[in-house]
């Protein structure tokens, strides 16, 4: 579906309205969603389309997903923690994954950052060198 200048202004519109302090507030997305849907206007779904494609990008923006091969213990999270905090600032939502593929050491992702340390990463890349 082609958005329009007018659609992708509008999804714009509304992402600024559901910030609150520089965040994304989930109650007021899912209002502003219940009333675009409500207006039977001709180009909701590509305003929506826009919308949501800039609620996606403020999610992993201020989400940072650190996948290891064996569980973290507590101690070792709220490490990754602060320096994920002291890096990127406040406000970032961690989530911990276990990914026993990956073979050993971490893989942390915010946003499009992605920072790998992982064994296996390194076994590609020898292997790519090769």
Request: glycine share 6%; with cysteine.
């Given at each position: 579906?082609?958005?329009?200048?007018?659609?992708?202004?509008?999804?714009?519109?509304?992402?600024?309205?559901?910030?609150?302090?520089?965040?994304?507030?989930?109650?007021?997305?899912?209002?502003?969603?219940?009333?675009?849907?409500?207006?039977?206007?001709?180009?909701?779904?590509?305003?929506?389309q826009h919308f949501l494609r800039l609620v996606q990008?403020?999610?992993?923006?201020?989400?940072?997903?650190?996948?290891?091969?064996t569980p973290l213990t507590a101690g070792v999270q709220e490490v990754i923690q602060a320096g994920v905090t002291r890096h990127y600032g406040p406000g970032i939502a961690m989530v911990f994954a276990q990914r026993p593929e990956?073979?050993?050491g971490l893989r942390l992702q915010v946003g499009c950052d992605v920072i790998d340390g992982t064994v296996r990463a390194k076994l590609e890349a020898l292997k790519n060198s090769f």
């Open positions: 579906m082609k958005i329009t200048k007018s659609a992708r202004n509008a999804g714009k519109q509304l992402y600024r309205l559901c910030l609150v302090d520089g965040l994304l507030d989930e109650g007021r997305v899912r209002d502003v969603v219940q009333r675009v849907i409500a207006t039977s206007q001709r180009n909701v779904p590509a305003i929506l990008l403020d999610y992993a923006r201020h989400t940072a997903i650190v996948q290891s091969a990956l073979i050993g």
